[in-house]
C-alpha cells in the first residue's frame, strides 16, 4: 500500500513539474549519468569491471574525485541438509561455496586535459569477514515470503569460500583478511556528442596489485575496451547503454563482455532516480552443475543527489543496492554509498579573482 502511495506521490510531483515547470525543457538538460560501481562479486572482482561512466564530455581542467563503500552480504549453498531431529544448525563445508560479508573502500580519481578527453584511476582495500548480516537477510526474506536458500539450516555469521572450477582458478578463503586490491587505469574519449546524444570510447587496464590467496586480485593484469553512449531522451529522462569486453593475461579466465543498460528519471536538478541492469559473463566455468558458467544479469537501483555550491564546484551523493536478480550469479546484496567532488580548476581562479576584486 504504502508503495501505491509512494508511485502516486511521485506522479503528481512529476505532473506539477510539467505544468509549473520554471525551466524550458529545451535548455534543461538534468542528467547525471548511470548508477557508478563495480561489480564485487567474488569471481569478477579479481578482474577488471567497467565502472558505469556517463559518456558526455566534461570540461576542460575538471577534477574530481570519489570516495565509496561497498557492503556485500553473500551465501551459496550447494545444497541443504535440514536436521529436524535436533531442529538446530551445522555448518557442513562440503557444501558452501560462499558464505561471507565483505566491505570494500574505493578511492578514485579522474582529470580533464580535454573536454572530450578524461583520464582515471581507481584503487580498493577489500576486507571479508564473518560478518553480522545473516540474521538480518533470514528475517527480511522471512518476512516477505523469499526463499532463504536453506539459511536456516546453517551457522550464522561464517567466513568460508570454497569455489570449484574447471579453469583451475584458486577461489579458496577461510579466514578473516584486508588487503589492497588491483588498481585501475582508464580512458574516455567522447568523440562524438550532440545535445541529446552522446558517445564515448572506453579504454583501461588493470595493474595487479591485488593478490589471489586475499580474493583481491588475478595476480595478472587486464586490457578493457567499451563504447559508451547517454541519450538524453527529454530534459528529464535519460537512457545509458554500454558494451565492452575485458581481456585477462591469466590465460586460465575467459574474455569477459560487459553490458549495461539504464534508464534515469530527473525531475529536478539536484535529484535523480536510476534503475539499471549491469550484464556480464563469466571468467571461469564449472562449479555445481556448470553454475559459474551463466552470465551475471543484476539490477541496481538507487538516486544521485547533487548539489552546485555557489564557487561553482559539485558535491554528489550517491546511493544504490544491487541484487543478483535473475541467473544468482552475484552476491546477495550489495549496498554503494558514494560521495564525488568536481572542481575546475580554471573556474575557481575566476571566482577568486572576482572575490578579490581583481
Not at 575538471?62 to 551459496?76: E, G, M, P, R, T
Not at 550464522?156 to 588498481?183: C, H, K, R
Request: charged letters at 15%; glycine letters at 8%; a negative charge.
Amino acid at each position: 500500500m504504502r508503495c501505491k502511495q509512494f508511485l502516486v506521490m511521485l506522479c503528481l510531483l512529476l505532473c506539477a513539474r510539467f505544468v509549473f515547470g520554471i525551466e524550458s525543457p529545451e535548455q534543461t538538460d538534468y542528467a547525471k549519468g548511470p548508477l557508478f560501481g563495480k561489480t564485487m562479486y567474488v569471481p569478477f572482482l579479481i578482474h577488471y569491471t567497467f565502472p558505469s561512466l556517463p559518456a558526455s564530455a566534461g570540461e576542460q581542467w575538471d577534477f574530481n574525485y570519489h570516495v565509496s563503500a561497498y557492503l556485500v552480504q553473500d551465501i551459496y549453498y550447494i545444497e541443504n541438509k535440514p536436521l529436524p531431529e535436533s531442529g538446530g544448525r551445522s555448518y557442513d563445508k562440503a557444501n558452501v561455496e560462499r558464505d561471507y560479508e565483505s566491505t570494500i573502500g574505493e578511492l578514485g580519481l579522474s582529470f580533464n586535459p580535454l573536454r572530450e578527453l578524461q583520464v582515471g584511476m581507481d584503487m580498493r582495500l577489500i576486507a571479508y569477514y564473518r560478518g553480522f548480516g545473516d540474521p538480518f537477510l533470514e528475517g527480511f526474506h522471512g518476512a516477505f515470503g523469499f526463499p532463504n536458500g536453506g539459511r536456516e539450516f546453517f551457522l550464522q555469521n561464517q567466513l568460508y569460500i570454497n569455489i570449484p572450477n574447471n579453469s583451475g582458478v584458486s577461489l579458496f578463503l577461510d579466514e578473516p583478511v584486508v588487503s589492497f586490491g588491483d588498481i585501475d587505469l582508464w580512458t574516455k574519449w567522447t568523440f562524438f556528442e550532440i545535445p541529446r546524444l552522446s558517445l564515448a570510447l572506453l579504454g583501461a587496464g588493470k595493474i595487479p596489485s591485488g593478490r589471489l590467496n586475499t580474493l583481491s586480485g588475478s595476480n595478472y593484469p587486464d586490457l578493457a575496451l567499451g563504447i559508451l553512449s547517454d541519450i538524453r531522451a527529454l530534459w528529464w529522462l535519460s537512457v545509458y547503454a554500454q558494451a565492452g569486453l575485458v581481456v585477462p593475461f591469466d590465460m586460465k579466465s575467459y574474455p569477459m563482455f560487459n553490458g549495461l543498460a539504464g534508464v534515469e528519471f530527473s525531475p529536478w536538478d539536484f535529484l535523480s532516480f536510476n534503475l539499471q541492469m549491469n550484464l556480464k559473463t563469466s571468467p571461469i566455468s564449472g562449479g555445481y552443475e556448470n553454475h559459474y558458467f551463466q552470465p551475471q544479469i543484476n539490477i541496481l537501483a538507487g538516486f544521485i543527489f547533487r548539489y552546485k555550491a555557489p564557487s561553482r564546484q559539485i558535491f554528489t551523493w550517491q546511493f544504490y543496492l544491487e541484487e543478483d536478480t535473475f541467473t544468482h550469479q552475484g552476491a546477495d546484496i550489495t549496498f554503494n554509498l558514494m560521495f564525488i567532488h568536481s572542481l575546475n580548476f580554471a573556474k575557481l581562479k575566476v571566482v577568486h579573482e572576482k572575490r578579490k576584486g581583481y
